[in-house]
């Protein structure tokens, strides 16, 4: 068994722990596995370990290797910023984005992506610390966007997705998690039907799942250590 397939089966036992923990259904959760920065033979090989959903963080590695890879059946997600002039290639190529962060992005995703492919699947990103070096939006302006968003033809408006600051504390990184449900439920109140939440990654997905996580983001758990661009 490859070191990939390793891993895999370390994160899911991971998750597996997790939800027993949380008294949660782990088909309810799941694996985004993050190949930033690492090969397309390195993406292969997760497939053929299981793994069939993978994220990208940068536009032009997403094109290189839904390209390369054409001959498996992935389903790929964006989950990096997005600039307005890179955002056909995510129209094009992902089946998910993100981190969707201004409505004027997902403006040009539903006019890029047409009505001949499926709806793109998408996300709201928030920015649940106002870290000014993080995107996302405002909690308290998520309300009126996802509103905005949901009335857009070619996506459907999934969920929600958060980055929080870095913390090794698991009572700190639940009550961060916390923060995105509570504006899930509060969204769903306002009948927005939102279903994901995209949040956890290799530090925190113990945490993530305590608080309600659907789909979890992990990268060195499954890779290692990303290389430098």
């Given at each position: 068994?490859?070191?990939?397939?390793?891993?895999?089966?370390?994160?899911?036992?991971?998750?597996?722990?997790?939800t027993?923990?949380?008294?949660?259904?782990?088909?309810?959760?799941?694996?985004?596995?993050?190949?930033?920065?690492?090969?397309?033979?390195?993406?292969?090989?997760?497939?053929?370990?299981?793994?069939?959903?993978?994220?990208?963080?940068?536009?032009?590695?997403?094109?290189?290797?839904?390209?390369?890879?054409?001959?498996?059946?992935?389903?790929?997600?964006y989950?990096?910023?997005?600039?307005?002039?890179?955002?056909?290639?995510?129209?094009?190529?992902?089946?998910?984005?993100?981190?969707?962060?201004?409505y004027?992005?997902?403006?040009?995703?539903?006019?890029?992506?047409?009505?001949?492919?499926?709806?793109?699947?998408?996300?709201?990103?928030i920015n649940?610390?106002?870290?000014?070096?993080?995107?996302?939006?405002?909690?308290?302006?998520?309300?009126?966007?996802?509103?905005?968003?949901r009335?857009?033809?070619?996506?459907?408006?999934?969920?929600?997705?958060?980055?929080?600051?870095?913390?090794?504390?698991?009572?700190?990184?639940?009550?961060?998690?916390?923060?995105?449900?509570?504006?899930?439920?509060?969204?769903?109140q306002?009948?927005?039907?939102?279903?994901?939440?995209?949040?956890?990654?290799?530090?925190?997905?113990?945490?993530?799942?305590?608080?309600?996580s659907?789909?979890?983001?992990?990268?060195?758990?499954?890779?290692?250590?990303?290389?430098?661009?």
């Amino acid at each position: 068994m490859s070191d990939i397939c390793d891993k895999l089966q370390t994160v899911h036992a991971r998750i597996d722990a997790a939800t027993r923990q949380s008294r949660r259904d782990p088909h309810s959760i799941q694996l985004l596995a993050v190949s930033k920065t690492w090969p397309a033979a390195a993406v292969r090989e997760a497939w053929h370990c299981g793994q069939r959903a993978f994220g990208e963080n940068y536009v032009d590695e997403l094109i290189e290797k839904a390209r390369s890879l054409a001959d498996l059946d992935i389903e790929w997600h964006y989950i990096g910023h997005l600039q307005s002039n890179k955002s056909r290639a995510v129209a094009e190529h992902a089946h998910w984005m993100h981190s969707i962060d201004r409505y004027r992005i997902a403006q040009r995703l539903s006019a890029q992506r047409g009505a001949v492919r499926p709806p793109l699947q998408v996300c709201l990103q928030i920015n649940l610390s106002g870290e000014a070096s993080k995107s996302g939006v405002a909690p308290d302006q998520a309300l009126a966007l996802l509103h905005k968003i949901r009335e857009l033809p070619n996506l459907t408006l999934r969920g929600l997705m958060a980055i929080p600051e870095p913390s090794a504390d698991f009572t700190a990184q639940c009550a961060a998690f916390a923060q995105l449900r509570e504006l899930r439920d509060a969204a769903n109140q306002a009948g927005l039907g939102l279903d994901t939440l995209s949040m956890g990654m290799s530090g925190d997905l113990e945490a993530a799942v305590a608080e309600g996580s659907t789909l979890v983001r992990i990268g060195t758990a499954i890779f290692g250590e990303r290389h430098a661009r």
